[in-house]
C-alpha cells in the first residue's frame, strides 16, 4: 500500500523517536509499541482507538489487536466497533493493518477462542 509506505517515510522524518537506528539495542519498551500502534492506526484510519486486546512479540517485530470505534450511535451499545489485526517491526513502525472483526458494542462475543471456522 503505498499510502502506508508514504505515512511511515513521513512519520519517521518527523519523529526522530521512530527513526532511530535498530542496531544498538534502542527498541522501544511494550508500552511505547502499543502507544506508536494506536498512534498510527488512528492517523491512517482516521478512527478512534478505543484499547488494545492483544499483544504479543513476533519474529518480525510486533503483533497487536486493537479496537476502534468505526460509527458512532445513540444509544452508545448501537455503535459498531471493529478489531484491527496492526503489525509493527522492532521498532514500532506500523508495517500493516487489517480489519478482523466488526461488531455492535452491546453484542457479547461469540467467537470461540483458540477455535478456528
Known amino acids: 500500500m503505498s499510502n502506508t509506505q508514504n505515512t511511515r517515510k513521513t512519520q519517521e522524518a518527523q519523529d526522530p523517536q521512530t527513526s532511530q537506528s535498530s542496531g544498538g539495542g534502542d527498541r522501544p519498551s511494550p ?3 502499543l502507544r506508536q500502534a494506536r498512534g498510527q492506526l488512528t ?3 482516521g478512527m478512534a482507538a ?3 486486546s492483544s499483544f504479543e512479540r513476533t519474529e518480525d517485530g510486533w503483533t497487536v489487536e486493537v479496537e476502534v470505534l468505526e460509527l458512532e450511535r ?3 451499545t448501537m455503535s459498531l466497533l471493529a ?3 496492526v503489525d509493527l517491526d522492532p521498532r514500532g513502525t506500523l508495517t ?3 480489519r478482523v472483526r466488526r461488531y455492535e458494542r452491546g453484542r457479547a ?3 470461540r477462542s483458540g477455535g478456528g471456522q
Open 31 to 33: 508500552v511505547e509499541v
Open 43 to 45: 492517523e491512517l484510519t
Open 50 to 52: 478505543e484499547s488494545v
Open 74 to 76: 445513540v444509544p452508545d
Open 83 to 85: 478489531s484491527y489485526r
Open 96 to 98: 500493516g493493518y487489517r
Open 109 to 111: 462475543d461469540t467467537r
